[in-house]
């Protein structure tokens, strides 16, 4: 399961300190020779929100399962709250609460029954306060009411709400939530936010993952974007921001004047298109190039420094573009 | 849970030997630490159990000094629970679940329609056992095993054992269970013992409702048994209680087999079906003549045996080979189970 020569060349070992996941070339290659997941080096700060992000079948389901151990790696080692896994599942996991791929219950069973069973599976769980801790959890997702119907008869949004309830069965250290929001209407989606917005102004890290870029952005610390397998992008969100580059932007009626004196100052990349200029900046202070452009005589009507939007980045990190929620 | 400061201060420790390890053997690390952690885990849990009970644990030492290393383990530390509770859980599903309960309720009824049978074509008399119901009611229940255990019972067992790990993984609940985490190993022992315990409860609705009906249709008396004498009444109750047990044991080998069937799908129906399959397959190689030899090797061909209680002495060779074929199948089903689940990829 876990390879013996270790984390690949160039890719260094993960940090168990301080992160709630870790991985180390992390892959899965399922039999006839797909490759679900490639080399993938998650680094996940304790106490961050961690947004996982990628297209839908980019491995991010597979990743996640592989780090719950329902899935045996191909290759790489991983850790979960500092235990290295899969010898430390069965004292790590009591910690770790779990949302996996959409909801799953006994129809037949009501929404409290439901919880006693998911309880009663794990051995770290106190039994003299289930009654308590699921009365609690079912009120935190807004349940109680239902508590006593049938599973069956729930609608979409509540059952990925009573999902949420049972990964909230006991104190966690640690959720990993996929695609939480996924198929509920706009005001479920909000309420589910908020949710895990509420849950990580604890101390409980939160590793979620999401197709969605703007629901990402919304609740995240920290990003992890997935392409076809592999981690093409991790870091904090603000850290992924400032690396995109920014560009100068100049609104003028002599375009051609202003992409001559822009060159002339050692520019790169100058491009006009219409009456708007643009250029990479390199070492040169805005104010300065201002300056040069109306020392030479352009009639400057917009100046600014833009930076691409998340969304222009991931575009360009994963080729293609993310579902904007309306 | 309640231990934070414990539980810190030996991960504090521990952290700081892999951190080190981390600087001085890159790659290695994760599986070195699995040797450190292996010794927090042992660690944690006890200390933690002196920390959190320490005001109860003066008082219980004062009590009684003897017994409290061992009630510590017990009580204090969650970590250890056997599974009593999901097994009651299991168990409570089991017999909560109206599909289950539907069957029960048939393998109530199918002693009675026989009851019912012989009563209403009174006349016959025979040496068979089915013959006999209508001049002794005790003899209801024996008939009722003879019908039910080739095919009616085995289906029962094989919609519960089959079931039992395909049905979690179809409606995703498996995977669920296994990040709780229930544990590979634990789970599906717990399950099988779930299924023990159903196999047993059918034999005993069997053999309750068959004596039932066989008190209220037919007189009672003494029963003669197959090998000509006859016993006390009181003394059938107890081979009837042999019987079930005998019979409870052989749909246990059977669940083994639809267990580890349930490993490799799924797909519950195609575990149910699969299982019973064998079971008839099983059945026909034992019925025909030139394949006499593989006879004593089949399952199935054991379960009729229970007939042995029937004899005077009790046949207890050939129950003693019995129970030996149903441990030898309970065994090797048991073990494939195990290998298949505990290596498997939960991809539903």
Known sequence: ???????????????????????????????????????????????????????????????????????????????????????????????????????????????????????????????????????????????????????????????????????????????????????????????????????????????????????????????????????????????????????????????????????????????????????????????????LLVHGGVAVRGFALVRPSLEELFVGLTGEGFDVES | MSSPDVLNDGRGDVRQDLDDDVRREGGEVLREGGDVRRDLDDDVPSGGGDVLNDGRGDVRRNLDDDDRSGGRDVRRDPRRDPGMRLLASEVGLTFRRPRNLAMLGVLAVVPVLIGVAVRLASGDSGATLIAQVAGNGLVLTFAAFAVMLPLVLPLAVSVVAGDSIAGEAAQGTLRYLLVAPAGRTRLLALKYANVVIFSLAACTVVAVAALAAGLVLFPVGSVTLLSGTTVAPAEALLRAGLVVLYAAAGMAALGAVALAVSTLTEAPIGAVATSVVLVVVSQVLSAIPQLSAVRPYLLTSWWTSFDGVLRSPIATEELGHGLLAFAAYTAVFGSLAWARFSAKDITA
């Open chain 1, 1 to 291: 399961m876990v390879t013996e020569a270790g984390a690949p060349a160039g890719v260094s070992p993960p940090l168990l300190d301080g992160m709630a996941i870790a991985t180390s070339g992390l892959t899965k290659r399922f039999k006839g020779g797909q490759v679900a997941v490639d080399g993938v080096d998650l680094a996940v700060p304790r106490g961050s929100v961690f947004g996982f992000l990628g297209p839908n079948g980019s491995g991010k389901t597979t990743t996640i399962r592989m780090l719950l151990g329902l899935v045996a790696p191909s290759a790489g080692a991983w850790s979960l709250l500092g235990e290295p896994m899969p010898a430390g599942l069965r004292s790590a996991l009591p910690r770790v609460g779990a949302l996996v791929e959409g909801p799953a219950f006994y129809p037949y069973l009501s929404g409290k029954a439901n919880l006693l069973r998911y309880d009663a599976a794990d051995p770290a769980a106190d039994r003299r306060t289930t009654r308590s801790r699921i009365a609690e959890a079912l009120d935190r997702v807004g349940l109680s009411a239902a508590a006593r119907k049938r599973y069956r008869a729930y609608s979409l949004g509540m059952r990925q709400r009573l999902a949420i309830a049972a990964a909230l069965l006991s104190p966690r250290e640690l959720l990993v939530l996929d695609e939480p929001t996924n198929g509920l209407d706009p005001q479920g989606t909000r309420e589910v936010r908020g949710l895990i917005k509420e849950i990580a102004a604890g101390d409980t890290t939160v590793f979620v993952s999401s197709h969605l870029l703007t629901e990402v952005e919304q609740m995240c610390t920290h990003l992890g974007v997935m392409r076809a397998g592999r981690l093409v992008a991790q870091g904090p969100i603000a850290g992924l921001r400032a690396g995109g580059g920014a560009l100068l932007r100049v609104e003028t009626p002599e375009p051609a004047a202003a992409a001559a004196v822009l060159t002339a100052a050692g520019l790169a990349g100058v491009q006009a298109e219409g009456e708007v200029v643009t250029a990479e900046p390199g070492d040169l202070a805005p104010e300065r190039a201002c300056a």
